[in-house]
């Protein structure tokens, strides 16, 4: 590799160290004179971001060394094309495999929509409104809160209910001696 020599942070490909898009994927370079204000991105794609990096820094590593032995005279330039080939076919395969997984998990996780059913469910048993609240509290926020909801309510019934039954069943009986007597 010479000094005029760039590698794409998205894709890996070899490109000039003038290019200003990579040829490969599509990614715009900026020199420093030329970069805008940073904006900062919404906690997701800074996420995304984090964990594609160690990726990019490996490859990036690889050819790096690659370019080194060539230079160096340490391998020749049919080993260096095909150790680069299968390193940039390595990198494209994770990245896939990443892509198909969370493309598996978008469509695996059920919408946190909430709704009436989850809290009649936890109105009519409580015990189980607590748990699923419990469980997918950190998950499923809204659904969670729609159980546990549906729970103290289920709850709070229930005790006064006990309380009205309580008196009515002490008083009833009083009620009905004092009209016999």
């Known amino acids: 590799m010479t000094s005029a020599t760039k590698y794409c942070s998205e894709c890996g490909r070899e490109l000039p160290a003038e290019a200003r898009f990579c040829t490969g994927c599509g990614t715009g370079f900026t020199t420093v004179a030329e970069m805008p ?6 906690a997701s794609e800074q996420q995304a971001a984090q964990n594609a990096s160690p990726e990019v820094t490996a490859l990036s590593i690889e050819l790096q060394r690659l370019s ?3 230079e ?3 391998i020749t330039q049919e080993t260096y094309e095909s150790s680069k080939a299968q390193a ?3 990198f494209a395969n994770a990245r896939q495999q990443a892509n198909a997984s969370a ?3 978008q469509a695996t996780a059920a919408p946190d929509t909430g709704g009436f059913g989850w809290a009649a469910l936890g109105f009519f048993f409580p015990m189980v409104g607590l748990i699923l609240y419990l469980v997918w509290k950190d998950d499923r926020p809204i659904t969670a809160k729609a159980a546990g909801k549906g729970a103290l309510i289920g709850v709070i019934v229930s005790v006064v209910l006990s309380v009205l039954l309580g008196i009515l069943s002490a008083v009833l009986p009083l009620i009905i001696m004092n009209s016999y007597y």
């Open 88 to 90: 940039l076919a390595t």
């Open 68 to 70: 080194d032995l060539l």
């Open 72 to 74: 160096s005279g340490s």
């Open 37 to 42: 204000e940073p904006i900062v991105a919404p």
């Open 103 to 105: 493309a598996v998990q």
